[in-house]
């Protein structure tokens, strides 16, 4: 399968500072990524949708100001956390959209990274 | 269907059982269901996936099977191993690659 990588695994980071987490495609083009949340012991929730060259389209109840998200190339998109708090200590999860020959598509999921916030 | 803010169910078998997932979906216009398998720290991996066209799928140790009227996903993992536990999620393809996951499952598996 296609392979999607998260950077950094785990950061921790204080209480006001912002945190900037990658995900990239490295064997294919995904002009479409999406990114998740998930807390402890809890299923994943879908956060955004980030689009190549486009804004990102944010679900109902993420903050767009305090979770910027940038994909400013077809196999990276970024996930910026702003003015981090000990709330927003999680697990984030992104996927990238493989898109085959045959027009199927299928996400594949970076191994996700630990935000602590302190 | 949707989590929000449950604990997740478990799951505990003895090693060389047959364990069986269940996981309910609330949209009815649903037409693609995938499983995923998450262990501890790590992003989910993709087990088994299933069209609504279909109401049975079968892979190496694993079957999938979907109730329409009821709107109802199962996950059947013949001769459970230590090495599948993991928290399981079905999730439901909303529009190429957006997911919803269900609640999710503990499983664990005893030697």
């Known amino acids: 399968g296609a392979v999607v990588s998260q950077h950094p695994s785990w950061v921790i980071c204080k209480s006001g500072t912002s945190v900037k987490i990658e995900c990239r495609s490295l064997?294919?083009?995904?002009?479409?990524m999406f990114w998740y949340r998930q807390f402890p012991k809890q299923s994943l929730m879908l956060m955004a949708t980030?689009?190549?060259?486009?804004?990102?389209?944010?679900e109902q109840g993420v903050e767009k100001d305090k979770f910027l998200i940038n994909h400013a190339s077809l196999t990276l998109s970024t996930l910026t956390v702003t003015s981090a708090h000990p709330e927003d200590s999680s697990f984030y999860i992104c996927?990238?959209?493989?898109?085959?020959?045959?027009?199927?598509?299928?996400?594949?999921f970076g191994q996700g990274t630990r935000l602590t916030v302190v | 269907g949707e989590s929000v803010g449950l604990h997740l169910p478990t799951l505990s078998v003895q090693e060389g059982d047959n364990s069986i997932i269940n996981c309910a979906y609330s949209?009815?216009?649903?037409?693609?269901f995938i499983w995923y398998k998450q262990e501890s720290g790590k992003g989910p991996q993709f087990i088994i996936d299933?069209?609504?066209?279909?109401d049975k799928r079968q892979g190496q140790r694993v079957t999938v099977l979907l109730n329409k009227t009821v709107k109802h996903l199962s996950l059947q993992i013949a001769a459970t191993q230590p090495g599948d536990s993991a928290v399981y999620f079905c999730?439901?393809?909303?529009?190429?690659?957006?997911?919803?996951f269900g609640q999710g499952t503990i499983l664990t598996v005893h030697p």
């Open positions: 299933i069209r609504s066209n279909m």
């Open positions: 949209n009815s216009a649903s037409d693609y």
């Open positions: 996927s990238a959209l493989f898109r085959g020959l045959s027009m199927n598509t299928e996400a594949f």
């Open positions: 999730a439901d393809d909303t529009s190429y690659g957006k997911l919803t």
């Open positions: 064997d294919f083009q995904a002009t479409t």
């Open positions: 980030s689009n190549e060259g486009s804004k990102a389209t944010y």
